[in-house]
Each structure stands twice: as C-alpha cells, then as structure tokens.
C-alpha cells in the first residue's frame, strides 16, 4: 500500500506540519510500545462533496475501552477525540478516501509502569482503492500464532501487540501468500493480522468469537449486522476450525483497512470456484454504499467532516 505523505497532522491537541509530530526517543511509546491506537476510514462521497468518517463513534469507544485497560493516566473527551479527527482530515483539505490514525502515546521518560503522560495525535493519509477488493487475496495459514488473552489482551489495539501481526505478515509474504491467517493458542483459526476472516458455508456466514484470540473489529460488527438484517444470511460466531477453510464456499477478510476483500485461495487451495463469491460481491457493495453515504441505511455511523464545520459556521 503506497502513501503520500500529507501536509498535516495533529499532535498534542493542534494541528502542526507533518514532519513536527514527533516523541522522543526515550518515551515508553517508543521503549516498550506504550500506545493505544485506532484506525478509521473518511469516505469521500463526489455528488455531496463531502468526507465521512465511518463509524466514528464506535471507534471513540474501544480507543477509551484500551486506555483503561492499558492504564493510562488520562480522561480525554469524546468530543474533543472526534473533534481531532475531522480537523485532521480538514487541515488537509482532502477529497478522496483516506485512511486515519488516531493515537495515544506515552510521553515523558517513565519506565515500565509508566501511566502518563499521555500525548494524544492523529494522522490522515490517502488510501485509494487495493486491487485485492475486486481481484480478491490469496491466504495462508502461518505458523506464528495469536497470543492467549492472559499473556497480552490482543483484544486491545496497542502499538506493542502489532509486532504479532507484522511476523504474521513477513512469513505470509516469504510463503508467497498475499495475506496471512492466524490460529490462536488453542489452534483454532483466529483471524489475520489486521483484519478478521468469515467464511461462507452452507450459506450461512461464520466467524470465530470474540473469545477466538481477536480484535473486536467494528467492521466485523458492520458486517454480521448487514448480513443478517439487509442480505437474510444466517450469521454463526464460533470456533473456527482450519480444515473448515478448506470448506468454504467463500471467504473474505474485514477490517477498516481490509474493508470487504475477498478470499480466493487459502493455503493454495481454491475457495469455492477460486474467484471472489458472488455473496462476498453484494456484501462489499452494500458495505461501500454506507460508508460512502450513497444509501440512506445507517447515517449513524456517517459523520461528516466538512458539512459538520459548514453547519456550526451558520449557527
Ligand atoms: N484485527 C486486527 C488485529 C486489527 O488490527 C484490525 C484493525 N483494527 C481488525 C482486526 C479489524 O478491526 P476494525 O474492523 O475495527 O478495523
């Protein structure tokens, strides 16, 4: 995935030149990895001229959900957190998709149980389109597994726990697969390393549990609820077992990043015809249909970025 580097990012509560929005060295941010972290979409919509950032809310949640189990000294506002995010993407003037990182980092020079302080920064970067969306990927099952939830809450998005994604993704590459797909500790299929995995049998869609060793991805939540309530598929959230994979008549990944991609091959074997599903097709298109605002279904997890400023402007 190339990314253009923007003129803007937001750091410590302002909106700065890109190349400011610097830690030092010596912070438990950058010593142990001490960051909590979200990742979002803005959706550009060309007929409104408008930029909305999907699911906005949900996003505030689990970012306050892993400073408190990360122990971090700090109470932020909601307002002011998705007030950043759209300022972020408006500092910038941005007019196609892009992809938006929020982060709270530990600052200072504490040591291991450092709490505080913490410093709070957003970034936005365009993101066009992956090829794999219409083409599909092919997956792989490696060997590096997802931590139990007594070793390392996986289920929180800290910066230290990517370190499991990124062996995930090096080992994927170095076996010639686009993507890579975990087990956890109990060798059941976990997810991959920044997205989770459904597969479609019988079907019925299924999906490992929120106690299989994954993240509780928001896009996976959009996803079972637009099965179930706009396509009638049956939803099944279990244990996933890897030679289920080898069953499936579809397959795809999910995240903010992943969005809707298909799953052609896993572990060189085809997933049902080898293409991407034709389930896998209507699900993405209702996915984008959403996230772009271009149907009225769910404005709730539509927050505009600049009709929001143009809407305060003329109060
Ligand atoms: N799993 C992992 C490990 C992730 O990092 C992500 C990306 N946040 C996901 C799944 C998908 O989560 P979401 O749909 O909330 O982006």
């Keep these: ?145 997802r931590p139990e939830d007594s070793a390392i809450p996986m289920r929180v998005k800290a910066n230290a726990n990517y370190h499991n994604g990124r062996l995930a993704t090096q080992e994927a590459k170095v076996e010639g697969y686009g993507a890579a797909i975990l087990l956890n500790d109990r060798g059941k299929v976990a997810e991959g390393p920044g997205m989770c995995l459904f597969i479609v049998r019988n079907g019925v869609a299924v999906t490992p549990a929120v106690t299989s060793g994954i993240l509780e991805s928001i896009t996976r939540d959009t996803v079972i609820r637009l099965l179930r309530e706009e396509m009638g598929v049956s939803v099944e959230e279990r244990e996933l077992d890897r030679s289920e994979l080898y069953a499936a008549e579809e397959a795809f990944f999910c995240g903010t990043a992943w969005e809707v991609t298909p799953i052609t091959t896993i572990d060189r074997l085809a997933v049902g015809a080898g293409v991407p599903g034709p389930l896998t097709k209507r699900l993405q298109a209702l996915y984008f249909a959403i996230a772009r605002g271009e149907v009225a279904l769910h404005p709730e997890w539509r927050t505009p970025v600049y009709g929001a400023r143009a809407a305060r402007a003329a109060e």
Excluded at 8 to 28: C, L, M, N, T
Excluded at 93 to 119: C, K, N, S, W, Y
């Design 1 to 145: 995935m190339s990314e253009t580097v923007p003129g803007f990012a937001w750091f410590d509560g302002r909106v700065v030149p890109w190349g400011e929005a610097k830690i030092h060295v010596y912070s438990p941010a950058v010593k142990y990895g001490a960051g909590v972290f979200e990742g979002l979409r803005g959706y550009w919509n060309e007929a409104e001229g408008e930029m909305y950032v999907f699911r906005l809310a949900a996003h505030l949640d689990r970012m306050l959900y892993g400073l408190k189990v990360m122990r971090f000294d700090c109470s932020p506002d909601r307002a002011w957190l998705a007030e950043a995010v759209l300022e972020t993407v408006r500092a910038n003037g941005f007019r196609e998709g892009v992809h938006i990182r929020l982060t709270a980092l530990l600052d200072g020079i504490g040591e291991m149980a450092a709490t505080g302080p913490v410093v709070f920064a957003c970034t936005a970067t365009v993101r066009p389109p992956a090829r794999a969306l219409t083409e599909g990927i092919s997956a792989g099952v490696v060997s590096w597994r």
